[in-house]
């Protein structure tokens, strides 16, 4: 974590001197999420031994149970922690959604493996469709947008074809895929882990003091996003019966920080983005303590 902490501050550091920020970030972001990221999402299933395909089953079922429980505490949850009722939809977004993009891929990565990114792919196919559905309504309100909030293409973007991909490649267990095609995957995946962090810090360069510094309800809601909602988690789906491995893969997707796409949202339908993007800088820069913490526990 600390290796990773090192290329957000690096990223920090180049937002401030002007070699990140502005329209290059939102390039680059685009270029991870719509390039680099789909192809560690299949280089995955292409180096080594391949990911067992008995989780993939098992994993859909613990991420739609996953989701089904945040969802509800998204909604109860945030009346009792705050009392201004226009940062509720945010709260409960940053409850509901952690960074599994972003932050998610390199931190599974470098816990359980390489191949363990499989893993994490398959839980965020429903983590993609909440966020642009629920996370749509948490954040705007119900009745608030005109038009459809959620468009069917997300399920046809380029991350969850390569995630759809990846599950046929492991469910038929092909595994002699030619290293020409296995190779130039893998390089290219490889740029995702140091580029990710380094937009998250170029992201916090751009933020005011006073969001940095955060308040009570900011903090509360950090407490919940990355150690009772995890651990809580984390014994019920025990609870449930389901394996050691899917349970902690699990547990450490609902463990990162809040969500880009909820300051994305919050701009898109001209929301305040004060409290989600305060929350989404403390829960990214406490998570360095946390993600530890909780995998020394369960790991």
Excluded: W
């Excluded at 009772?228 to 997707?253: D, E, K, W, Y």
């Amino acid at each position: 974590m600390m290796t990773l902490f090192a290329l957000v501050l690096v990223g920090y550091g180049a937002g401030k001197l002007g070699y990140l920020g502005g329209d290059f970030d939102r390039q680059l972001s685009r270029l991870v999420i719509n390039l680099t990221c789909p192809a560690l999402i299949l280089s995955s299933a292409m180096t080594g031994e391949l990911p067992d395909r008995e989780y993939i089953l098992p994993l859909l079922l613990i991420s739609v149970i996953t989701y089904a429980v945040l969802a509800g505490i998204a909604f109860l949850l945030p009346r009792y922690l705050t009392k201004k009722k226009d940062d509720e939809g945010a709260i409960g977004f940053a409850l509901m959604f952690g960074n599994v993009g972003f932050m998610g891929y390199p931190v599974v990565a470098s816990i359980f493996g390489h191949e363990a990114v499989f893993y994490a792919a398959v839980l965020n196919v429903v983590n993609t469709f909440a966020v642009f559905t629920i996370g749509t309504v948490l954040i705007t309100g119900k009745g608030e947008v005109e038009g459809e909030r959620f468009q069917k293409k997300v399920l046809y973007s380029t991350p969850m074809l390569a995630a759809y991909l990846t599950m046929a490649i492991v469910a038929l267990e092909i595994d002699n895929i030619p290293e020409v095609i296995s190779q130039p995957l893998t390089m290219l995946g490889n740029i995702t882990v140091p580029a990710a962090l380094l937009i998250i810090g170029s992201s916090m360069s751009n933020l005011p003091l006073r969001s940095l510094l955060g308040n009570r309800t900011v903090y509360a809601t950090t407490l919940f996003r990355l150690a009772i909602l995890p651990v809580g988690i984390h014994f019920l789906m025990g609870a449930l019966g389901f394996s050691p491995l899917v349970v902690n893969i699990n547990t450490l997707v609902i463990a990162m920080p809040v969500a880009t796409y909820g300051t994305i949202l919050c701009l898109k339908y001209e929301k305040d983005t004060t409290m989600i993007t305060g929350v989404t800088f403390i829960t990214t820069l406490l998570s360095m303590l946390s993600i530890p913490a909780l995998t020394l526990l369960f790991h």
